[in-house]
């Protein structure tokens, strides 16, 4: 078993890092939040003071990150991973990030000494709560094969997505079509209430119909239909707007790079900005479906 530093412990990592413990591993956990280390301790890790404790001792190192700034501050200065890390520690990123971030990470890794794997996942709190995520793996062959094992005890599926970076390219499209998918709910939702159908009813022809997704099976946006929805507690996050939105405007300014048009993802992105400037940036991103209530409100 080995010991293995993790910082960001926050709705996923919070899970994620004790999956790892529960499986047998000794995790050394920072956040700069003590409210969000007590939640992980809660889970069996070792919570520390700074990045530089974390890393005492460890021969692997995850980080779980809102933005890609933190990232790049959580890796580079006196503070940082690679101030801190001993020669050869694999780093995996399992934030998503923009991949001009995700490429710098690679190569500043390399040029210090380290091995860098970039290891977005999908899936969720409740893919991370029941270690069923798919892992995005970008890298060289044989530090994709090393990063496999350490990101097992967390996962339902591991992809190898090819060289550097194209893990994180992979998880960026996948998110853009979750959130046009979560509009697609959202409406489907409003639209089945007006028309009369039962929502218990209407899921279970979503899910045996062509309507279904994974945001209708998990994020179904009404209380009381899946146990994994936001819904049930009035829109509390398990993935906030914020983050969404992040995720999002990555999508569209990948787009923009490459000149792919994506106007269903513009719009996706248009809501999410209208919810951080109403000021429900922290609430659950499902929360998108008041745009399609006839009210507008839930
Ligand atoms: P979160 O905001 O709940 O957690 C991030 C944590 O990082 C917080 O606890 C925060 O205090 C901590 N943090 C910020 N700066 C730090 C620093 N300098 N040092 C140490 N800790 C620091 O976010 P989350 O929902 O857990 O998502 C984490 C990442 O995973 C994001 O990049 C997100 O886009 C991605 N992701 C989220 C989900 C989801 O469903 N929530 C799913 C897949 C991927």
């Not at 489907?188 to 997704?213: I, R």
């Not at 269903?264 to 940036?281: I, N, P, R, T, W």
Request: proline residues 4%; charged residues 15%; aromatic residues 6%.
């Amino acid at each position: 078993m080995s010991t293995i530093a993790w910082i960001g412990l926050g709705h996923m990592g919070a899970p994620m890092s004790g999956n790892l413990v529960a499986a047998g591993h000794t995790v050394r956990g920072y956040d700069i939040s003590e409210e969000c280390a007590a939640v992980a301790a809660a889970r069996g890790v070792t919570t520390v003071g700074s990045i530089a404790e974390a890393l005492e001792g460890a021969e692997a190192c995850f980080t779980s990150l809102p933005m890609p700034q933190h990232v790049r501050s959580v890796y580079d200065g006196p503070d940082g991973i690679w101030a801190h890390a001993a020669a050869g520690t694999l780093l995996m990123d399992t934030s998503t990030v923009d991949v001009a971030t995700s490429r710098w990470c690679h190569d500043e890794s390399t040029a210090r000494g380290f091995t860098f794997v970039d290891s977005p996942v999908s899936g969720g709190t409740a893919g991370a709560e029941a270690h069923s995520l798919a892992f995005m793996l970008g890298g060289a062959a044989d530090d994709v094969e090393r990063a496999r094992g350490y990101v097992a005890p967390m996962a339902g599926n591991v992809i190898a997505c090819g060289e550097a970076t194209a893990g994180i390219a992979a998880k960026l499209v996948n998110n853009m079509m979750l959130f046009i998918s979560t509009m697609a709910v959202a409406e489907g939702s409003q639209l089945a209430e007006q028309l009369g159908l039962d929502h218990a009813v209407f899921w279970n022809v979503a899910n045996a119909a062509s309507g279904q997704s994974w945001a209708q099976r998990t994020w179904y946006p009404v209380p009381d239909i899946v146990p994994t929805a936001a819904a049930n507690h009035d829109f509390d996050a398990t993935f906030s707007v914020d983050l969404a939105r992040k995720d999002c405007a990555l999508a569209v300014q990948a787009g923009d790079t490459t000149g792919v048009h994506l106007p269903a993802a513009k719009l996706a992105l248009g809501q999410l900005d209208e919810l951080v400037s109403e000021g429900f940036g922290g609430k659950d991103c499902t929360l998108v479906t008041k745009f399609a209530s006839p009210d507008g409100t839930l």
